[in-house]
């Protein structure tokens, strides 16, 4: 064989490997590309969070999730979920729907939404319609009616805005009975 020869089927099996090496690599960019675009579901969820130094943050029980990975939404059915602060639990939360955006950055409660938030004095039960909640932040927003009930009081605001960190709540419109201890 002349060198002529030896040169051309080093060429061609040059140009079918980096064909072969490019296309394949292609081809797993088009498989990484479709899973962002995949929606995924899963039936009774039980889920156990810890924070950034490992302690106990959220414990929560879902019926049904679907998650929209290019969205970055989610969507639950009966979520029953119990956040805590310096192990014990510090707030629970209920409802038959809750949506996620944005990776869980915001959170909409509907359907027979039951928030309670434990305290010294005892618990205070929110119930409303609809509650948006901030998990991070743990911030808590409605402009919806709300149902309040604490060892102290009983009742009924049209809306709310809260910090569970600093404890604080603003209520609007409130109409209901006031009894200290």
């Known amino acids: 064989m002349d060198t002529k020869s030896l040169y051309i089927i080093a060429v061609v099996i040059a140009a079918i490997s980096g064909g072969i090496y490019y296309y ?6 088009l498989d990484v590309q479709s899973a962002q675009n995949m929606t995924y579901s899963a039936e ?8 950034e130094k490992g302690d106990l943050h959220v414990r929560a029980d879902v019926d049904h999730l ?9 969507n639950l059915r009966n979520l029953n979920a119990s956040m805590y ?4 639990v510090d707030s629970t939360f209920f409802a038959k729907i809750a949506q996620g955006y944005n990776d869980n ?30 998990p991070q932040d743990r911030k808590l927003e409605t402009s919806h009616q709300v149902n309040v009930t604490s060892p102290d009081s009983e009742f009924v605001s049209q809306g ?3 910090d569970l960190n600093e404890g604080q709540y603003e209520f609007f419109n409130i109409r209901g009975k006031y009894a200290p201890r």
């Open 105 to 134: 950055e915001k959170v909409v409660l509907s359907d027979q939404v039951e928030a309670t938030k434990l305290g010294q004095n005892g618990k205070m039960v929110l119930t409303t319609d609809e509650l948006t909640a901030y």
């Open 24 to 29: 394949s690599g292609k081809g797993k960019k």
């Open 44 to 51: 009774n969820i039980h889920l156990t969070q810890t924070n």
């Open 160 to 162: 709310l805005k809260a």
């Open 85 to 88: 602060k310096n192990d014990q």
């Open 66 to 74: 679907e998650q929209d990975l290019k969205n970055k939404s989610t």
